[in-house]
């Protein structure tokens, strides 16, 4: 069973910076590419992919966040991580961690998180001005 547990999250001012991490355990893909990543959700809002990053070592990040934000792993440690920097109000939400996998190696936690099927409790990020 794929477990995920998130950590990290707090309440901060506009400008600030956050880390995000997420352990990983109990994941396994039936296909050779699998990518681990990000979504949030603020309250009223639709998910939204925010970064991942692919077993072929591919980062992919949302608009809203690129040059800010930057994804990593520790494949020894089985953690991911989201370094959050400059954070703005807009990116108040709970963030959740996910995994996704495919035959055709496109991950789909960025472009389209709403029919995801493995992710965490979240942990909440609250930015305030």
């Known amino acids: 069973e794929v477990q995920f547990v998130e950590s990290g999250g707090g309440s901060v001012r506009t400008g600030e910076s956050l880390r995000l991490s997420c352990v990983v355990s109990?994941?396994?893909?039936?296909?050779?590419?699998?990518?681990m990543g990000w979504f949030r959700r603020a309250p009223g809002k639709e998910r939204e992919g925010v970064a991942a990053i692919g077993s072929d070592g591919r980062m992919i990040y949302a608009d809203s966040v690129k040059g800010r934000f930057t994804i990593s792993q520790d494949n020894a440690k089985n953690t991911l991580y989201l370094e959050m920097n400059n954070l703005k109000p807009e990116d108040t939400a709970m963030y959740y961690c996910?995994?996704?996998?495919?035959?055709?190696?496109?991950?789909?936690?960025?472009?389209?998180?709403?029919?995801?099927?493995?992710w965490g409790q979240g942990t909440q990020v609250t930015v305030s001005s």
């Open positions: 996910a995994a996704d996998q495919s035959k055709s190696g496109d991950c789909y936690i960025v472009s389209a998180p709403n029919g995801l099927l493995n």
């Open positions: 109990g994941y396994t893909s039936s296909y050779g590419y699998y990518c």
